[in-house]
């Protein structure tokens, strides 16, 4: 099984200032990687898939890049509705698809 | 729009069963896999369970093999999760998902979009 890890835990950002969200795999998960968003009380929603292509409708601050066994989200700008918990999950390991634990974005 | 509705979630006792439905719309429901994802109290997520488009073929965590079973109707636009044998550590909001392959074997794994879910909790 390809286990996800997931640094930092939380991270503490001001609004306006960037944000590097760092997933790791046990094995190589290629560029099936997948990134989403959810807030409290809120499913998840997709961000990024491929590693890297942004999902319909998702703004352009956010970009992920990576693959292999090392992946990075980034939003580029923290807006006040980017406060939330952010997970990656690979889909190369099928059909075993595996979270990472997420990373907490909270407000610095 | 896309739309995923879940319902059935409720307080069962261990050893209970209980049978969760997710209402598609907005899409051509016939033409896509769907999965369930489930996620325990204050944790993280945890794929459970996927059915091809045309329900031939059906894959589940470990967990949970043989004890749930996931189907669809697509007349009814509906996918469901019939889980048998619950456990305390089955104690989760459950969310259906659609998954982004159309008209394929399998599937490609990720959610492109999401019900709000319902909460299954197993306790005496």
């Known amino acids: 099984e390809r286990v996800m890890t997931q640094s930092p835990a939380t991270l503490s950002v001001s609004p306006g200032e960037r944000a590097t969200l760092s997933c790791r795999a046990s094995q190589s998960v290629s560029s099936n990687l997948a990134w989403y968003q959810q807030k409290p009380g809120q499913a998840p929603r997709l961000l990024i898939y491929?590693?890297?292509t942004r999902a319909t409708g998702i703004p352009a601050r956010f970009s992920g890049s990576g693959s292999g066994t090392e992946f990075t989200l980034t939003i580029s700008s923290l807006q006040s509705e980017d406060f939330a918990v952010y997970y990656c999950q690979q889909y190369n390991n099928w059909p075993r698809f595996t979270f990472g634990p997420g990373t907490k974005v909270d407000i610095k | 729009q896309v739309q995923l509705v879940e319902s059935g979630g409720g307080v069962v006792q261990p050893g209970g069963s209980l049978r969760l439905s997710c209402a598609a719309s907005g899409f051509t429901f016939s033409n896509y896999g769907m999965h369930w994802v489930r996620q325990a109290p204050g944790k993280g997520l945890e794929w459970v369970a996927f059915i091809q488009y045309d329900g031939s073929n059906k894959y589940y965590v470990d967990s949970v093999r043989g004890r749930f079973t996931i189907s669809r109707d697509n007349s009814k636009n509906t996918v469901y999760l019939q889980m048998n044998s619950l456990r305390a550590e089955d104690t989760a909001v459950y969310y259906c998902?659609?998954?982004?392959?159309?008209?394929?074997?399998?599937?490609?794994?990720?959610?492109?979009?999401w019900g709000q879910g319902t909460l299954v909790t197993v306790s005496s």
């Open positions: 998902a659609k998954d982004p392959r159309t008209n394929g074997p399998e599937a490609l794994g990720y959610f492109d979009y």
């Open positions: 491929g590693a890297s």
